[in-house]
């Protein structure tokens, strides 16, 4: 695996390396010992999926807050999607920051996203999975978000020719109104 800074403190962008052959390929997503050199999360709690139907289907900004901030591991298993993390953690050097990538079935990137890290995507092709590795147990109060066209963070997300995205999350707060916007890893 090829381990790529973000730019964003504690996160990482993941690139499998595919052994190939007649039959196909062969990588490695995820390694004890690859990740416990670089000092990242060993061990996940859980893994989750999030299946979506149509392009523009749009689902964070999304984090655990409290005594139990979640790690996550983020790949597309199926289609296309565009992936944002953004950093809340207050006494980092890259707080409010964003990073983006476009993570495929075909390019099998994978995301890092630290303890203190909001996370959303778009997706961009109809029938897009994303599999989640995630260390902390769920813990619906602790469950926060942040407005996914917040001014304050300006993320640009691609052109959708038409959106789906939850009550739930047309109505979270924008960063300057959030109460317990910053994380604590």
């Not at 004890?32 to 709690?45: I, K, M, S």
């Not at 409010?96 to 961009?124: I, P």
């Not at 109809?126 to 963070?153: K, M």
């Not at 959708?160 to 979270?172: E, F, P, T």
Request: proline content about 6%; aromatic content about 12%; glycine content about 8%.
């Amino acid at each position: 695996m090829i381990f790529q800074e973000t730019g964003l403190a504690g996160a990482w962008l993941i690139e499998p390396e595919p052994q190939r052959d007649e039959r196909g390929l062969f990588a490695r997503t995820w390694s004890v010992a690859e990740f416990r050199e670089r000092g990242l999360a060993t061990a996940f709690d859980h893994c989750a999926t999030s299946f979506n139907e149509r392009p523009g289907t749009l689902r964070g900004l999304h984090y655990q807050t409290g005594g139990e901030p979640e790690i996550k591991l983020i790949r597309c298993t199926r289609g296309r999607i565009f992936d944002v993390i953004v950093d809340l953690r207050p006494g980092s050097a890259t707080y409010r920051r964003w990073f983006s990538t476009e993570l495929t079935q075909d390019n099998r990137r994978l995301v890092y996203a630290s303890a203190g890290f909001a996370h959303g995507f778009q997706s961009l092709e109809p029938a897009s999975e994303v599999f989640y590795q995630i260390t902390a147990g769920f813990r619906p109060e602790l469950q926060r978000g942040l407005r996914w066209n917040d001014p304050a963070l300006a993320i640009a997300w691609p052109a959708a020719a038409s959106r789906v995205i939850s009550a739930r999350d047309q109505a979270l707060p924008f960063l300057e109104s959030a109460r317990e916007a910053a994380c604590t890893p």
